[in-house]
C-alpha cells in the first residue's frame, strides 16, 4: 500500500499511456486485423483503466484526508472521458475506420457514419455543438467549484459572500479564498481561465459563423 501512495503519479501516467493504447489497439483489432470480438476486450480493458483511476484517486484521499492536486487532476481525466470523450472517441473511431480503409482498400465508414462527417462540416452544426460543450463546461466547472467551496468552507453560509466580493481573487491568496488550501486555488484559478477562454471560443462559432468547409 505504501508503494502505491509513493508512486501514485506514476501509476496514474502509466494507466493514461495504457488507456491510449487500449484505444488504439480496439482500432487495430476490430478494423485492420477484422478481430471484432477481440477489440471488445480492449474496451472493457480501458473502462478497467478509467474505473482503476477513480478507485486510485479516492483511496489516495482517504489515505491523506485532502484534496490535493493529484485528485484533483483524476477528476478532470475521468469527467472528460465520461463526457466529452465519448464524443472524441467516436470521431477517432470514424478517424480509424476511414484510414485503416484506405489501406485495406475497404469501406468502413457507414452512409450515418458520412453523413456524421458531412454535418460536422457545416457551420451551423458546429456553432450549436461548442454552444453545447460550452454549457456542459460551465455546469461542471460549477459544480466542482460549488464542491471545493463548501469542503473549504464547512459549509454554504458564507459562499454568497465570496460572491458578491471577488477581491479574494485578486489578492492570490488561498487563505483569502473559499478554498481550503493552496493546491484547490492554484488549480481552480488556472482552470477559472481554462473556462473563461472555452467559454469565449466556443460561443465565437455563434458571433461569428465561419463558411462551410468543402
Not at 83 to 91: E, M, V
Not at 98 to 114: A, H, N, P, Q, V
Not at 168 to 182: L, M, V
Request: charge should be neutral; include cysteine; aromatic fraction near 16%.
Amino acid at each position: 500500500m505504501e508503494s502505491i501512495f509513493t508512486y501514485q503519479w506514476e501509476i496514474f501516467i502509466a494507466a493514461e499511456i495504457l488507456s491510449v493504447i487500449m484505444l488504439l489497439l480496439f482500432g487495430i483489432t476490430r478494423y485492420l486485423l477484422d478481430r471484432k470480438q477481440l477489440s471488445v476486450i480492449f474496451i472493457i480493458l480501458f473502462l478497467v483503466l478509467l474505473i482503476m483511476e477513480a478507485i486510485l484517486g479516492i483511496w489516495v484521499y482517504q489515505q491523506t484526508g485532502e484534496i490535493s492536486n493529484f485528485q484533483i487532476i483524476i477528476t478532470i481525466f475521468v469527467v472528460y472521458a465520461c463526457t466529452f470523450g465519448i464524443t472524441d472517441f467516436k470521431r477517432l473511431d470514424r478517424w480509424m475506420r476511414k484510414i485503416i480503409g484506405k489501406w485495406r482498400s475497404k469501406e468502413l465508414l457507414t452512409e450515418r457514419d458520412r453523413a456524421i462527417m458531412a454535418k460536422q462540416k457545416n457551420p451551423t452544426y458546429i456553432a450549436r455543438k461548442y454552444r453545447y460543450s460550452s454549457i456542459i463546461h460551465l455546469i461542471i466547472f460549477a459544480s466542482v467549484q460549488f464542491i471545493l467551496w463548501i469542503y473549504g468552507l464547512g459549509g454554504t453560509e458564507s459562499i454568497l459572500d465570496y460572491i458578491t466580493d471577488l477581491s479574494w481573487i485578486e489578492n492570490g491568496d488561498y487563505r483569502q479564498s473559499p478554498y481550503a488550501n493552496e493546491t484547490a486555488f492554484g488549480l481552480s484559478m488556472v482552470w477559472g481561465i481554462i473556462f473563461i477562454v472555452d467559454f469565449i471560443y466556443s460561443w465565437s462559432y455563434t458571433i461569428f459563423p465561419s463558411k462551410e468547409e468543402k
